[in-house]
């Protein structure tokens, strides 16, 4: 067996490992199990709004069905963080935060796979309180059973995290306690690191993130080895492509209706490159981290699941 | 009518307290919460307030519909005295608790005589509504409610913040035990519900909050020398219902057969109200507050009904004199022209750092209406506005400014304008807020990152919230120390497209001094202050 990475390698161990105990099932499918799926829409592109929440569970369902199911991550009686992206008061169409319901069916799976706590939380850039309610997120979850968690800044950690420019940094310490955590952002466009989908997301769990900008890839590779994320579910059910990040016009929102899932954030990116028509070496991040290890920039070679959904 | 000696005073406190509890109810429910605009009644007590519906009229020409309440106001206190601060101004109650506290229940024979110089309420009353005909609104920046607001706002909550946020989160982060039990299982909770229900926005702090929180801390020590030392000499609000309560039909009537001129009522009173051995009554100065017929011991003190064009030997007036009363005008209107002579205050020049609040009426008209109750500040979600300095003059102390270094106007926030109590600040929809131009970002790039050192950084463009973006950039070649050519994008400001909202300078990289400064400059409120007309159609 090829593994795309040494993490990928060790995820697959650590897995096969696990699932020793529990049976000879579970570790057929920890082996098998693909890096990579994505699930796209094939019915009707013309959906009326409410249709479009139904379109993305389905998605995000399918997706994580194909990489293994959300149980090859989270354990019974795992603490699970889910990091959305809640970067601003927008609405769900503008595409500014991750869809609420590509959350909440994420938040449903993780208790149906036995989740002691599921916790949902990012740090916005906007008056968090507001961001929280207007990306639908905070109710969403909440319906749910999730608890909604707001990251007080006085409650950051500094981290040795020991990157090559970021030395440590703080964090919410939540967010390193949890067992599993589930990066859950959107794909969608950024003035300066081009896109942000994947590893940009874990921005929302630290602080002093300003300086971050002067050397975007560097940092988020820096950030993404450390934390080691072990499951991504990439939201491109509606995209930004222009005024990102904070986006506010509906004509810069493209709807691919697609959802993609994996264990490596690098490919994650790279495909919502070509998502939101750049190309994956145009994104600094996506070749730091392909440089560093971290994953792969060509994603094709992962032979990600291709699933069309109706 | 006779009321029950024993109940009175009594029902008085608990009146006084729950008109206390009440406003500052009203207080912590102007939280601004998501999605949810501010209650209005958040404001009611501005509302019964007649020294700002009076100053308002007079120096607006204008009045909030809903400011008429204040009529009422008048009207009890025509009828039945000075019962509103007896009874229930929250400051009034604040006194009396800091004066029971500092001077214990009673007070030694001769201390509570009526002084000559209460009358000087009055008189700064008249010189400032002098004043105020002439468009300074400068003395509602001192009623009881208005002050009591502000000190709240500015200076008393955010200590109790402080405090709040600064132990819990020591106690987070040092994760005491006590035997089997840790500590945050019960800090954690209490602190969340306090985050969740009662802050506005984490780390919440005012400038300019000495003089705020000094002049209420000296009214309220100065109960230690007279009890309602602000009540009797100084409060506006009670000048002017003192006079209101020149003759009223309540009365203070004393029984010549039982009273033995003990003055212990003279003794109780809080106000200077009864002198010469109980026989006279200043109305002018009694509170209603009941204290004399509790502690009557003979039961000859009462209040009774009187039509009021009966003569009344034992009322003693306010006794203005005319000569005091011209040279308080005199001295008001005067005191607003040396407010007002000034380069600032003739319009020759514009303050860059006074940026008000979106809606803010233009200076004048703004001066002429806010009373710098603190509402604004209160409700602001990022902590942005804060009270001036001197950034507007003398006339312009404590009314609020948009400081985008502590937090910037937030695109999705309309709330100002909504609870501003005398509409210096315009109440208006959200989408119509958000083409308001409060000034204009300009960046220095003596300290701008890619102009200064050749790097990305962009962090403004990224958080400015207009949907076509006044924030851009160009992507252009720059050499670096070793001769190496770089592409890196530098940001620009589209003046016909920028509001001055200043998440900009919020945000920026530089903690200490922004590389994104917004000043006045473009705001729409004065055209003669307009630098860059946005013209879309011309280059920039």
Known sequence: MVFASRREF?????????AGGSGALGAQMAGSAPAMAIARWAGPQELPAEEIDKVAEQLTLKALEAVGGISRFVRRGDVVWVKP????????????????AVVATIVRLCFEAGAKVVKVGDNPVDVVDQAYERSGIAAAARKVG????IMDRARFRRVD????????????????????????????????????????????????????????????????????PKISVVDAVRVLVARGPRGGRLEDVRMPLAVAAGTDVVALDAWAAEVLGRKPEEISSVVCGHKAGLGTMNYQSLNPVEIAVS | ??????????????????????????????????????????????????????????????????????????????????????????????HDIAGRIIRGRKDRPGVNQYSPWQKTKYYVLVGMLAAAVFGGHWITIF???VLFYRSLTTALFPVVQWAVEEGSASIYHADPKVGPLRVTTLTEPAYRAFRDHLRVVEKQGFLATAGILGFFVAIVALNAYRRRWWCRYLCPLGALLGLCAWRPFLRRTVDPETCSQCELCGMACHGGAVSNKAQTWRPSECYGCLNCTEDCRRGSLGFR?????????????????????????IGGVTLLGFFRATPQGRAKVYNPNLIRPPGARPEPEFLARCTACGLCMKVCPTGGLQPCGLEAGWEGLWTPRLVPKIGYCSYDCNRCGLVCPTEAIRPMKLEEKRKVRMGLAFFDITRCIPYAYGRDCMVCEEHCPIPEKAIYFLE?????????????????????????????????????????????????????????????????
């Open chain 2, 1 to 94: 009518m006779r009321l029950p000696r024993w109940s009175g005073a009594r029902t008085r406190r608990l009146v006084q307290l729950t008109f206390l509890l009440l406003f500052l109810l009203a207080f912590l429910a102007t939280r601004p919460i998501p999605g949810r605009e501010p209650p209005g009644w958040a404001k009611i007590f501005f509302w019964f307030d007649p020294l700002l519906l009076i100053t308002t009229v007079l120096a607006a020409h204008s009045v909030v519909a809903w400011g008429l309440l204040a009529l009422i106001t008048i009207g009890v206190t025509v009828v039945l005295g000075r019962v509103f601060c007896g009874w229930l101004c929250p400051l009034g109650t604040v």
């Open chain 1, 85 to 100: 992206n809640i970067a601003w008061i927008q609405p769900p169409e503008m595409a500014a935060n991750t869809n609420p």
């Open chain 2, 476 to 540: 252009v070649e720059v050499v670096t120390r070793d001769g190496e050519v770089r592409r890196i994008k530098q940001p620009k400001v589209d003046p016909t497209k920028c509001i001055g909202c200043g998440v900009c300078e919020n945000v920026c990289v530089f903690r200490d001094r922004s590389a994104i400064r917004v000043t006045s400059a473009n705001e729409d409120r004065h055209p003669a202050n307009l630098a860059v007309p946005p013209w879309e159609d011309l280059p920039y």
């Open chain 1, 146 to 149: 999730a608890q909604v968690v």
């Open chain 2, 305 to 329: 009904w009187v039509w009021p064009w009966r003569p009344d030997k034992r009322i003693v007036g306010v006794n203005l004199s005319r000569r005091g009363i011209l040279a308080s005008a």
């Open chain 1, 10 to 18: 060790l995820l697959q161990a650590g897995a096969a490992a696990a």
């Open chain 2, 143 to 145: 009623d009881p409610l």
């Open chain 1, 161 to 228: 995290i020991k990157g090559e420019r970021l030395q440590s940094i703080p964090i919410y310490p939540e967010v390193l306690d949890a067992d599993v955590v589930i990066n859950v952002p959107i794909a969608k466009h950024h003035g300066l690191a081009t896109i942000t989908v994947a590893m940009k997301n874990f921005m929302g769990v630290v602080e002093e993130r300003r300086t971050f900008h002067q050397a975007i890839g560097e940092t988020l590779t820096d950030l993404n080895r450390f934390l080691q």
